[in-house]
DNA sequence: CTATACTATGAAAGCGCTTTCTGAAAACGC
DNA sequence: GCGTTTTCAGAAAGCGCTTTCATAGTATAG
């Protein structure tokens, strides 16, 4: 606070003036080598930091990008923000982080990142609805969105992975390698992009092998320990038969493993279970859960990438999909020891 | 981008000068409720949000806190980045975050974070070094640390919680409860204040106790797994003796269990365990972890909280200290079925 | 040696707000 | 009914930068 210096402190020191101080700044324009470094030297005297809203105002550019949450507390996030953290850092991009599941409770409808603040919107599924999404779309503002593709009329980059063919991959295996024949599809939450997708490589997978589709078989998760024990608790209760349980992501295999175990069913002698996700906890289940690696790291580090083009008014991929990648463990049965 | 509407559009659409304009959107002086709702009307209409550099440069507030972290990408932070947006969001505060590792391969030392961008720091243990940190506390720039104490020349608030009691407890339940007597101590990084306090407890347990401190059994787990499993796996090759392991937090518990298993340990027959941190996937771990639950989303919360009345000029705890409780599953030999 | 083209710099106009100062009109007091 | 307060609103001065435009000085060409 008290007396922070200024860029005309600066000039003053260095006995320019404020434009030439700018220029070095910015290396907006050539400035004699000697001048400069009186200027660089009065920067570093004054321990001077450039005035970001001051800038901002004069340049009309914030250098800040926006992430638009829905619930920041996910275990899913932490690799992404990682992700998104590092390239934008790299790129000379603050971030600005907003939930909007906290949100929610709040009288007042600021609106916690948008033009005003930030260059452009990372935008996570749901995170933001489709009238906001349209008018941003509208005034030409940068957005890219992540796992879930826009509405057909709005033309917004998306950032997503391979949710069908990774499915499609790890249903082939529980029925290739381990003979499942009934096999157990566990949604994630209603509208869940990524859900839907996987659960098309589900059914792709069987009608590859002409096993039948049963619509028993097919019920919430969640992506939710709880609810994905209940459901699979329900359906033991039910007397439903089937060998395998394919989970849709990782938080639902916690629940299963859990709801299988207090059944008497041994993983995978009795059922075999893959998940989807690879999330960080996957090889620390008993047992190791088998699962499809999906790359939201990079996830992350691509939607900034396509956001910062976007910008910088380059062209942009609209959709970027990333591929996802088996990974065997034992709880679908190989491996054992 | 386009043409977004300002303050002056706002006016002229309803007819006043923007002085009134900046009165309705802040309430900062009384205006006639008449004049307001046509103002209100007119912001409506044109979809305006005021720019927020240009109210910071006018009203010398960002609105914003900046957190500074060490690696965004650790589990560790996600209960407390939750904790932290929904304190900062609710009070109307924007959330500015840098992740200080990898900033470190940058080449120029852009300050990412600081007065010239946000109204307040949060600064997680280590992300800051005490150059920094100094210079911020003389210009009387409102910062808070989480989960590591100031250097004493410095007036630093602190958000922290009771390491210490809370590893006596668990060691305490591990003697007590399970007549432990010779208890694997793992350490976190080097200068890690949670890992140094936890030592304290861990040896005023067995001061307590009449056990003699045996330095053979403290070493580095880095709250890290494949650190932890390393310096376990080390151990047991040297034919060390104990009957127990305090894995100093949740990481290291997860290189440890599969260390003890690996060499044939029967966990907690053999060797029993116990964690700190009852991170989300301590339940999980086969057996469920014993461990040591620590309020971190409560770190974030009352770290805002605690900023802000920083900000505001108002009172505030040099150092607040939030509790933790033992959590019992079963790797301690509890609860065995 | 003059005309032309650079080069390096400064002056000044904003960017979109907040806030202080000022004043007109309405309300009040006696 | 006149002075005084109160209420409401506008004018204008910045906040700390970037950027355009202008210009002095210097180099280059013919």
Redesign the pocket.
Known sequence: MST?????D??KQS?????????V??G?????E???ERVRNAIEALS????A???T?????TNTIGLLLLDIGGEFYTPMLRGIEAVASEAGFDLLIHSTITAASGKVTRRALGE?NTDGLLVFTGALDVAELTRLNEIGFPVVLLHESAPDSLDIPVITIENQSGAQKVVDHLIDAHGCKRIVYLRGPADNEDSAQREKGYRQSLRKHNLPYDPCLVAQGGYEPNQAHATVAQMLSDGLEFDAIFTGDDDNAVGVIQALREAGRRIPEDVAVAGFDDSLFARILTPPLTTVRAPIEQVGRESVRQLIRLIRGEEVETSLVLPTELVIRQSCGCNRQ
């Open positions: 922070r210096a200024t860029i005309s600066v000039a006995g320019v003036s404020i434009s030439t101080v700018s220029r700044l910015n907006t324009a050539v400035v004699d000697e001048t400069a001077y930091t450039p005035h809203a001051a800038r105002l004069a340049s009309r550019r005003h």
